[in-house]
Protein backbone atom coordinates (compact mmCIF):
# COMPACT_ATOMS: atom_id res chain seq x y z
CA UNK A 1 0.00 0.00 0.00
CA UNK A 2 1.29 3.63 -0.53
CA UNK A 3 1.75 5.56 2.71
CA UNK A 4 1.29 8.95 2.59
CA UNK A 5 2.66 11.39 4.62
CA UNK A 6 2.19 12.01 8.09
CA UNK A 7 1.76 15.36 8.74
CA UNK A 8 0.78 17.35 12.46
CA UNK A 9 -2.93 18.11 12.66
CA UNK A 10 -1.94 21.32 14.26
CA UNK A 11 0.67 22.28 11.68
CA UNK A 12 -2.18 21.79 9.60
CA UNK A 13 -4.42 24.45 10.74
CA UNK A 14 -1.98 26.82 11.91
CA UNK A 15 -0.79 27.01 7.83
CA UNK A 16 -4.22 26.87 6.80
CA UNK A 17 -5.15 29.77 9.05
CA UNK A 18 -1.58 31.73 8.26
CA UNK A 19 -1.57 31.46 4.58
CA UNK A 20 -5.47 32.32 4.64
CA UNK A 21 -6.50 29.40 3.13
CA UNK A 22 -3.84 28.95 0.40
CA UNK A 23 -2.48 25.77 2.50
CA UNK A 24 -5.83 24.25 2.65
CA UNK A 25 -6.61 24.10 -0.95
CA UNK A 26 -3.09 22.42 -1.66
CA UNK A 27 -3.74 20.03 1.85
CA UNK A 28 -7.13 19.10 0.12
CA UNK A 29 -5.56 18.57 -3.06
CA UNK A 30 -2.77 16.15 -1.30
CA UNK A 31 -4.50 14.52 0.99
CA UNK A 32 -7.54 13.11 -1.44
CA UNK A 33 -4.45 11.74 -3.92
CA UNK A 34 -2.97 10.16 -1.27
CA UNK A 35 -6.48 8.58 -0.14
CA UNK A 36 -6.51 7.62 -3.92
CA UNK A 37 -3.29 5.53 -4.21
CA UNK A 38 -3.59 3.73 -0.85
CA UNK A 39 -7.39 2.64 -2.04
CA UNK A 40 -6.36 2.04 -5.57
CA UNK A 41 -9.00 4.03 -6.90
CA UNK A 42 -10.22 7.30 -7.55
CA UNK A 43 -12.76 7.51 -4.94
CA UNK A 44 -12.03 11.19 -4.63
CA UNK A 45 -11.85 13.61 -7.59
CA UNK A 46 -8.65 16.21 -6.27
CA UNK A 47 -9.57 18.59 -9.29
CA UNK A 48 -12.84 19.11 -7.21
CA UNK A 49 -10.93 21.32 -4.56
CA UNK A 50 -9.56 23.84 -7.36
CA UNK A 51 -13.55 24.43 -8.75
CA UNK A 52 -14.18 25.16 -5.22
CA UNK A 53 -12.56 28.46 -5.58
CA UNK A 54 -14.88 29.38 -8.53
CA UNK A 55 -18.17 27.15 -6.76
CA UNK A 56 -17.68 27.49 -2.43
CA UNK A 57 -20.35 24.72 -2.78
CA UNK A 58 -18.19 21.92 -4.55
CA UNK A 59 -16.29 21.95 -1.48
CA UNK A 60 -18.69 20.33 0.70
CA UNK A 61 -19.25 17.50 -2.29
CA UNK A 62 -15.39 17.16 -1.83
CA UNK A 63 -15.53 16.96 1.63
CA UNK A 64 -18.54 14.58 1.54
CA UNK A 65 -17.07 12.23 -0.85
CA UNK A 66 -13.40 12.05 1.26
CA UNK A 67 -15.47 11.38 4.38
CA UNK A 68 -16.75 8.26 2.80
CA UNK A 69 -13.34 7.41 0.85
CA UNK A 70 -11.92 7.61 4.30
CA UNK A 71 -14.24 4.88 6.19
CA UNK A 72 -13.53 3.04 3.09
CA UNK A 73 -9.92 3.41 4.18
CA UNK A 74 -10.42 2.59 7.83
CA UNK A 75 -12.48 -0.65 7.12
CA UNK A 76 -9.65 -1.71 4.66
CA UNK A 77 -7.14 -0.87 7.32
CA UNK A 78 -8.71 -2.73 10.23
CA UNK A 79 -9.36 0.84 11.90
CA UNK A 80 -12.14 2.96 13.05
CA UNK A 81 -13.49 5.46 11.47
CA UNK A 82 -16.81 6.88 11.44
CA UNK A 83 -18.84 9.50 9.10
CA UNK A 84 -18.41 13.03 10.61
CA UNK A 85 -19.50 14.89 7.90
CA UNK A 86 -22.78 16.16 9.33
CA UNK A 87 -20.61 17.57 12.58
CA UNK A 88 -18.53 19.89 9.69
CA UNK A 89 -21.11 20.91 7.82
CA UNK A 90 -23.18 22.13 11.17
CA UNK A 91 -19.68 23.38 12.54
CA UNK A 92 -18.57 25.51 9.43
CA UNK A 93 -21.93 27.19 9.32
CA UNK A 94 -22.57 27.97 12.71
CA UNK A 95 -19.28 28.61 13.56
CA UNK A 96 -16.81 28.42 10.80
CA UNK A 97 -14.57 26.25 12.16
CA UNK A 98 -16.07 23.05 10.49
CA UNK A 99 -13.35 23.14 7.72
CA UNK A 100 -10.43 22.97 10.41
CA UNK A 101 -12.30 20.21 12.38
CA UNK A 102 -12.86 18.17 9.41
CA UNK A 103 -9.14 18.77 8.55
CA UNK A 104 -7.65 17.82 12.16
CA UNK A 105 -9.83 14.43 12.33
CA UNK A 106 -8.77 13.25 8.80
CA UNK A 107 -5.14 14.20 9.42
CA UNK A 108 -5.24 12.69 12.46
CA UNK A 109 -7.05 9.09 11.09
CA UNK A 110 -4.79 9.12 7.70
CA UNK A 111 -1.38 9.50 10.35
CA UNK A 112 -2.77 6.31 12.14
CA UNK A 113 -3.44 4.58 9.05
CA UNK A 114 -0.06 5.60 8.07
CA UNK A 115 1.86 4.16 10.92
CA UNK A 116 -0.25 0.97 10.82
CA UNK A 117 1.05 0.45 7.65
CA UNK A 118 4.99 0.79 8.00
Known amino acids: MPVGTNRSPVTVIILSIVTCGIYSIYWHYVV???VNAALGKEAVNPMLVLVSLICAPV???????LDKAMIELAEEKGKHYSSNFALWIVCALLAGVGIYIEMMQVQSTLNDIWDAAA
Open 32 to 34: GKE
Open 59 to 65: LFYFIYT
